[in-house]
């Protein structure tokens, strides 16, 4: 039985603009996948109608192999340790 990692769509959550920014240009210079589709957007945390946080929800669609005639084996990893100097 074979199976095929398609695509897949990533939601993160940065503090800034630029981050955000960054990220998705970091991820359009991946030559693993092609970025199907970013977006990032401003979110907001209220209570009692004041704002207390606000971010950037980021999200990016990674597509990996051709769904109809699929050229590569895809293995996802996810790890919780985050290259975080990057973004500053």
């Known amino acids: ?5 398609i695509k897949t769509t990533e939601v993160y959550r940065c503090d800034s603009e630029n ?4 990220l998705i240009e970091k991820a359009k210079k991946d030559k693993t996948y092609t970025v199907t589709k970013s977006s990032s957007e401003i979110r907001t945390m209220k209570q009692k ?3 207390v946080d606000e971010w950037r ?7 990996f192999t051709d769904e ?5 084996q895809i293995y996802a990893y996810y790890t919780d340790d ?3 100097e990057d973004y500053e």
Do not use: D, Q, W
């Open 1 to 5: 039985m074979s199976r095929y990692l």
């Open 19 to 22: 981050e955000a920014n960054m």
């Open 49 to 51: 109608g004041e704002v």
């Open 57 to 63: 929800r980021v999200t990016i669609t990674k597509t």
């Open 68 to 72: 109809k005639e699929p050229y590569a």
């Open 82 to 84: 985050l290259e975080t």
